[in-house]
């Protein structure tokens, strides 16, 4: 059964930085397209970042450009999200997702999407 457990959650005060990691299991993880995801209370899931099975295309909500970058280790099956300068608009649960629809244009979900359960991020003022 594949698994993503996400890890690297925490409070943080704005302007600091966190590193989240998705380690992945049961999953052939060069064979498909990762993705991050957040939701904060009261908001929709929004799409903030994706890669290409590839690595060759990667994609960032434009609220997060220039301040996350996202990251693939293939040797340790594990999806990275560098966060720097968080502010508080960053606080949400971000999600892991495998199997993932990914371009320049943005980043969505398939019928096969598969997630992790999700890690608690918080940026106080």
């Known amino acids: 059964q594949v698994q993503l457990v996400e890890s690297g959650g925490a409070l943080v005060q704005a302007g600091g930085s966190l590193k989240l990691s998705c380690a992945a299991s049961?999953?052939?993880?060069?064979?498909?397209?990762m993705g991050w995801f957040r939701q904060a209370p009261g908001k929709e899931r929004e799409g903030v970042s994706c890669?290409?099975?590839?690595?060759?295309?990667?994609y960032y909500l434009d609220s997060v450009k220039g301040r996350f970058t996202i990251s693939r280790d293939s040797a340790e099956d594990t999806l990275y999200l560098q966060m720097s300068n968080l502010q508080p608009e960053d606080t949400a649960i971000y999600y892991c997702?495998?199997?993932?629809?990914?371009?320049?244009?943005?980043?969505?979900?398939?019928?096969?999407?598969?997630w992790g359960k999700g890690t608690q991020v918080t940026v106080s003022s």
């Open positions: 997702a495998a199997d993932v629809s990914c371009g320049p244009g943005g980043l969505g979900t398939v019928y096969t999407t598969v």
């Open positions: 049961s999953l052939d993880f060069d064979d498909f397209p």
């Open positions: 890669m290409s099975w590839t690595g060759s295309t990667t």
